[in-house]
């Protein structure tokens, strides 16, 4: 620093008037690079008055507002001429100023560093193409995830990012078993937990997922779960479960001799998704299965089941990872599905999702504006449940759900047990015995 800079910034230091124009100038220089934009002092005291009465060599009356630009033509044209203003604020403040477009190219150039640390470890096609999505700005695919953390931690989103990568490039290379997530987490990153949903890795990890499959980012923890499974890797394997009687379920050359025994004897069964991860597909002896959300009115119904002419599935509320897939293999074989859930927002929201999953296998059962004025109960629809109403317009369940939503009262497919019941039991023969090889 030459004399007359720190003369100049000790004269500032010394005239405390000065500091709330100092600190203005400072964001000034930082937002423009230069001396540009007005400084306002909202009721200046007298000794800031005074001190910008020295400088200007005129009083000021009242708020304080000038130009930037005017406090440096004053600055040379006092004892100090010559001296830039820049270097004089940075003296004041012991600081490097930036400017914003300076500190844009500098976050710009530290994300490129940290994508290339990136590309230099990935080593399959997958993580190369997510690299170019986040390259190429792709908010959809994890790029403003990334910008969040470089800006807190550039160090953290390093990390963070390889070992998603790691991640990835090891379940690319895996043998096809399943995986547990904690398991798969720790044999790739050495930390059971760096895949968790709540870290960044693991949230990167699932864009990963994603890019893999074609799919957009889940938008829920199921959805999320899902995406896990089909890439081969169990985060739920126990508690995602899903509850059925009379399906074939199939291992990749006959049926499953368990089930097949549940199967035979009417029993209902409940599959988790460690049972599902070995199932190869699901059919129904009739290419029918009626589904019912209600645990309690499954078990009723299961009372009946000797008499079931086809297989009966309890999808437990809201659809699970584990229904899902069942779902999914049942839609491959040609099955026709028939769903039966309250008729309030949590059943027909889950109506409205099987009919835009399987939109060609999926038919309502007992969900008309008639069966819902057999089943509506004195239970007030909560803000809830009428937000959830609002899934299905424009779709065949809109009328239904207008009528439910001006009732304004739910209904619980509990009071349609002798509705539902005569739909699953028939004195048509039963299908001869499935002899498989």
Request: one cysteine or more; charged letters at 25%.
């Amino acid at each position: 620093m030459d004399k007359q800079t720190r003369e100049c910034t000790e004269y500032f230091r010394k005239t405390p008037g000065f500091k709330r124009v100092m600190e203005q100038l400072l964001e000034r220089y930082r937002r423009n690079g230069r001396a540009a934009g007005m400084i306002r002092l909202d009721d200046p005291s007298e000794e800031e008055r005074d001190a910008l009465c020295g400088l200007f060599g005129r009083p000021f009356l009242g708020d304080v507002k000038f130009r930037a630009r005017d406090f440096n033509t004053a600055l040379q044209s006092s004892r100090f001429a010559g001296v830039d203003l820049k270097d004089v604020l940075e003296a004041y403040f012991q600081t490097t100023i930036h400017t914003s477009r300076e500190r844009k190219y500098q976050k710009e150039q530290q994300f490129d560093q940290m994508l290339s640390s990136a590309y230099a470890v990935a080593r399959c096609s997958t993580c190369k193409c997510w690299l170019d999505a986040v390259k190429a700005k792709r908010k959809d695919r994890g790029y403003l995830l990334l910008v969040k953390e470089m800006t807190k931690d550039p160090r953290s989103a390093t990390e963070s990012l390889c070992r998603a990568i790691w991640a990835m490039d090891e379940l690319e290379n895996h043998g096809g078993k399943p995986l547990r997530l904690a398991v798969f987490s720790a044999q790739s990153t050495t930390d059971p937990h760096a895949l968790d949903g709540d870290t960044l890795s693991g949230q990167l990890f699932v864009h990963l997922l994603s890019m893999k499959r074609n799919r957009p980012y889940p938008v829920d923890a199921e959805q999320r779960d899902e995406t896990y499974f089909e890439n081969g890797i169990l985060c739920d394997s126990i508690s995602s479960t899903v509850t059925q009687v009379g399906l074939i379920l199939m291992e990749p050359q006959a049926e499953h001799p368990s089930f097949r025994e549940f199967r035979r004897r009417k029993e209902c069964c409940t599959l988790s998704l460690t049972n599902l991860s070995r199932i190869a597909s699901a059919e129904s002896p009739t290419k029918k299965a009626y589904l019912i959300e209600n645990q309690m009115l499954f078990s009723q119904l299961c009372d009946h089941a000797e008499a079931f002419h086809s297989p009966l599935i309890c999808t437990s509320g809201q659809l699970q990872v584990a229904v899902l897939r069942l779902l999914d293999m049942l839609a491959a074989s040609g099955t026709t599905l028939f769903y039966a859930g309250d008729l309030d927002g949590g059943g027909i929201s889950i109506a409205v999702r099987l009919l835009t999953r399987y939109p060609d296998n999926l038919r309502l059962w007992h969900m008309t504006e008639e069966d819902y004025a057999l089943c509506k109960s004195e239970v007030s629809l909560g803000e809830s449940s009428l937000t959830l109403l609002k899934s299905a317009q424009g779709t065949i369940l809109e009328p239904v759900a207008d009528f439910v939503q001006a009732a304004g009262y739910a209904g619980y497919q509990e009071l349609l047990l002798d509705r539902l019941l005569p739909d699953l039991v028939s004195s048509v023969p039963s299908p001869p015995e499935l002899v498989l090889a």
